[in-house]
């Protein structure tokens, strides 16, 4: 993991901030996922059917996927010297490949914005999710977080 002061993170515009440990997305965790949010799809819970479905076996919702960018993101760095970091939303997000049930999960970061705001600054992070081995990202998104000296 990667330390990072928010002043010098004005600086690295375009820059990558780093590659995330893998998240194992098994099939625990996508029917933890389905029973919080009432999403049951058969392509996510029922393996024996998903078996003869269109991905082969069961695959993570694209919003549990989604879901895991804040673990992601704390593994592959931190910004030091600020009091309060806020999840400001998302400007753009798209999920190019499933996630099969059993995948470890990465994030690769890059900072393509920083903007100056009261008290501290917003950050625009393109985000990267690969399951390991898929030739096409999980999700590509860009995060958009603020933070507070």
């Not at 440990?21 to 393996?47: C, S």
């Not at 931190?78 to 999840?87: A, C, E, P, S, T």
């Not at 890059?110 to 950050?123: H, I, K, N, T």
Request: hydrophobic share 50%; proline share 7%; charged share 20%.
């Amino acid at each position: 993991m990667t330390a990072y002061r928010l002043e010098q993170l004005a600086g690295m515009v375009g820059q990558a901030l780093g590659e995330s440990a893998p998240v194992l997305v098994d099939q625990a965790r996508i029917d933890a996922f389905a029973a919080a949010t009432e999403d049951r799809q058969w392509i996510h819970v029922d393996p024996a059917r998903a078996a003869g479905g269109p991905f082969g076996a069961t695959v993570a919702h694209g919003f549990l996927t989604l879901s895991l960018l804040p673990v992601l993101l704390e593994s592959t760095f931190r910004i030091d010297g600020v009091r309060l970091g806020v999840n400001y939303g998302l400007n753009r997000v798209r999920f190019p490949a499933p996630v099969p049930a059993g995948s470890r999960l990465r994030g690769r970061f890059r900072l393509l914005a920083f903007e100056p705001v009261d008290g501290g600054a917003q950050l625009t992070v393109e985000a990267t999710l690969f399951a390991e081995g898929a030739p096409k990202p999980a999700c590509v998104a860009e995060a958009v977080s603020r933070w507070y000296v």
